[in-house]
């Protein structure tokens, strides 16, 4: 029971203070659990991030689940992924409560103009983060720029494109695993 | 409230490879709910202000929209199944997943699909907020807006360059926007 709730205690923390994806939690994690209480290794911390990425599902909550499922069963499971998601929910959902009530007109309009501006600014970035770590060759490449011109003129569905990509990837990943054997 | 639960069980089983892939699948299934560009603009702001995993922002905000708190309860829930189904059947059976090429073969594929979408979705929010159209095809009613072009070139080069605080960012963004107005 005393680990259930510092589990709850820990995740809810991280949760909270954690800006922009769960990806930032790990840091205040691995502080509270594998060095400040001991009840995980780093070494487990950082096998359940790298595993909870190969997995479909929102990655944190995943590793939440994971984490507090080694160290106390089922109960833990659901008291540390209970943990990562309610302050996202409880905020976001009285942000959203909020924004429903702005008046879409004049001043506002107008600061809701340039954060909007902001936002696609930010997706760019995102963009190009992401190209940076995982576009390394010509397959790559190739297929990212299919999935933006079909995107960009609605020719397929995000889905579709989705499970397209998979089964391109494994076409070839099995072309690399013949020339190696 | 069905049909936006089941979305996103959908997008929640179909979200490999984190965020911004699953960003991009809320993109093009909220769209059949009516959600237009620039509540999608507004969410990834918020999703920039509010703490926690884009996802499960995504999934509470939508479902706030379209029909309350239950709803955002029932389509946050639905975004989470995956976890809850994964974890214990992965210790259960303890599979050496990652010895298998077959995984990491898989997730390359979705990473540079993911890569494609987000620009893809990058630059429709441009074009919505810079142009005023909302297919890139309708340029008849093309009508220019440069301070939302400033604003989207600073804020991508203020992030990719100097990594300023993305909510800084966006709080000097709805600055410059009110200050607009006066002008």
């Not at chain 2, 639960?5 to 299934?29: C, D, H, Q, V």
């Not at chain 2, 202000?49 to 884009?54: D, H, S, T, Y």
Request: aromatic share 10%; with cysteine; proline share 3%.
């Amino acid at each position: 029971m005393q680990t259930n709730w510092r589990l709850f205690k820990v995740y809810l923390l991280a949760g909270t203070f954690t800006f922009s994806g769960g990806m930032a939690m790990l840091p205040v994690i691995e502080r509270e659990l594998c060095q400040k209480s001991h009840l995980i290794s780093q070494q487990d911390l950082y096998e359940y991030t790298t595993l909870a990425q190969t997995f479909p599902g929102v990655i944190a909550l995943t590793n939440a689940c994971f984490v507090g499922k080694k160290i106390n069963g089922t109960s833990g499971m659901f008291v540390a992924g209970l943990g990562a998601i309610l302050p996202a929910f409880v905020l976001m959902s009285a942000a959203t409560a909020l924004y429903q009530q702005l008046p879409q007109t004049g001043l506002i309009l107008n600061i809701l103009t340039g954060i909007r501006a902001a936002s696609a600014g930010l997706l760019f970035s995102a963009a190009f983060t992401l190209a940076r770590y995982n576009l390394r060759d010509v397959g790559s490449i190739l297929l990212a720029l299919i999935c933006f011109g079909c995107t960009l003129f609605n020719l397929l569905s995000a889905p579709s494109l989705i499970i397209l990509a998979a089964s391109v990837g494994l076409l070839l990943g099995s072309r690399q695993q013949k020339e190696r054997d | 409230m069905l049909a936006i639960t089941l979305a996103f069980l959908k997008i929640g089983f179909l979200g490999f490879g984190g965020g911004y892939a699953m960003l991009s699948l809320i993109f093009s299934e909220a769209a059949h709910f009516g959600l237009t560009v620039q509540q999608f603009a507004d969410l990834n702001a918020l999703d920039g202000l509010i703490p926690g995993p884009i996802a499960i922002n995504s999934a509470t905000y939508v479902g706030q929209l379209y029909g309350g708190f239950g709803t955002a309860l029932a389509a946050t829930l639905a975004v989470c199944v995956p976890s809850l189904i994964i974890v214990p059947l992965y210790t259960h059976f303890e599979a050496r997943l990652n010895d298998h090429w077959q995984v990491p073969a898989l997730l390359k594929g979705i990473k540079s699909a993911a890569v494609g979408l987000i620009l893809a979705i990058a630059a429709l929010l441009m074009l919505t907020m810079v142009g005023n159209v909302t297919t890139i095809t309708d340029w008849s009613n093309y009508q220019a807006d440069w301070l939302s072009l400033i604003i989207i070139i600073f804020v991508a080069t203020a992030d990719l360059r100097w990594h300023l605080n993305p909510l800084l960012l966006i709080l000097l963004a709805g600055l410059l926007g009110g200050i607009s107005y006066y002008l």
